[in-house]
């Protein structure tokens, strides 16, 4: 369906309480609630200042003077200003003043407009919260290549699985992470997620499914883990032949910004063959609260 908008002469022409026309009538632009001067322009972007005659001036030039046909020219108001506007008789006389004028588009978009139209920050993935603020629909982590791990070191992010959570709210969070053993012997793998950052413990939890082919298993309710270390949620041996897989859904209560990542190592190892994390694996991340 196709929107519409109504049309509106840009070049006022203001009548008298007698219906005449007022040529050399202007207009003085201030900030709301003062008589502070502040510009009005002749361009669109905002660029070119209109010059305004003082308030009361008799017989006034400018750029906010009607012609003698009491018309006035195009006049561009910034929106992210509110103005106080008076007009004013060629002869000085106050025949209006409006405080606040409020302008027909939208500010600039800050916490204290929620639903404003914002000055940038949109996107095709981008939604505006109520607080005022942008934030991306969702975040996702895909790894482009195999990573390969040699011994039962600590543990640390994946190289790709990790995103950086840019503020404090609640997250959901999905992982799908494919591991593969790729030569006998296989060994164990140890993995968790971990939050470095300040998050509420209690209310950050989440569900586990792991699929090997030695064994498959399920836990729920499982907290993240303190920072930056990791637990061990099972030790299994994965595949030699196939991609197995590791799902993971949870929701992240984030107090303060930092990066949520999903961390492993091998728990056995004969410290020849490599556990790998295989391409494609992702993780995904949307903000809700």
């Known amino acids: 369906m196709t929107t519409s908008s109504l049309f509106i002469d840009p070049q006022a022409k203001p009548l008298s309480t007698t219906g005449l026309q007022q040529a050399g009538c202007y207009l003085c632009f201030f900030l709301t609630g003062t008589v502070t001067p502040t510009p009005v322009y002749q361009d669109g972007a905002l660029t070119i200042p209109l010059s305004q005659p003082a308030a009361g001036t008799v017989n006034p030039v400018g750029g906010t003077v009607a012609d003698a046909s009491g018309r006035f020219v195009p006049i561009y108001i910034n929106p992210a200003t509110t103005y106080r506007v008076q007009m004013y008789t060629a002869a000085g006389v106050k025949i209006e003043d409006t405080d606040p004028y409020i302008t027909g588009g939208s500010p600039p978009f800050t916490t204290s407009t929620p639903g404003s139209v914002p000055a940038s920050g949109g996107g095709v993935l981008n939604f505006l919260r109520a607080d005022g603020t942008w934030a991306a629909e969702y975040l996702v982590a895909v790894k482009a290549a195999n990573t390969t791990r040699v011994g039962t070191g600590a543990a640390t992010n994946d190289p790709d699985l990790a995103i950086v959570v840019p503020a404090a709210g609640t997250y959901l969070y999905e992982l799908m992470a494919f591991p593969l053993q790729a030569t006998a012997p296989a060994c164990g793998a140890a993995y968790g997620m971990n939050f470095a950052g300040t998050y509420d413990n209690a209310a950050s939890l989440n569900t586990w499914d792991v699929f090997a082919t030695v064994g498959s298993w399920v836990m729920s309710n499982t907290g993240l883990t303190g920072n930056p270390s990791i637990t061990s949620l099972a030790s299994g041996q994965f595949s030699t032949v196939s991609l197995d897989?590791?799902?993971?859904?949870?929701?992240?209560?984030?107090?303060?910004?930092?990066?949520?990542?999903f961390?492993?190592?091998q728990s056995t190892t004969d410290g020849v063959h490599g556990t790998t994390m295989g391409k494609g694996s992702y993780l995904k991340v949307t903000r809700v609260v």
């Open 245 to 261: 897989t590791i799902r993971v859904f949870g929701v992240l209560v984030a107090l303060t910004a930092g990066t949520l990542g």
């Open 263 to 265: 961390s492993w190592t």
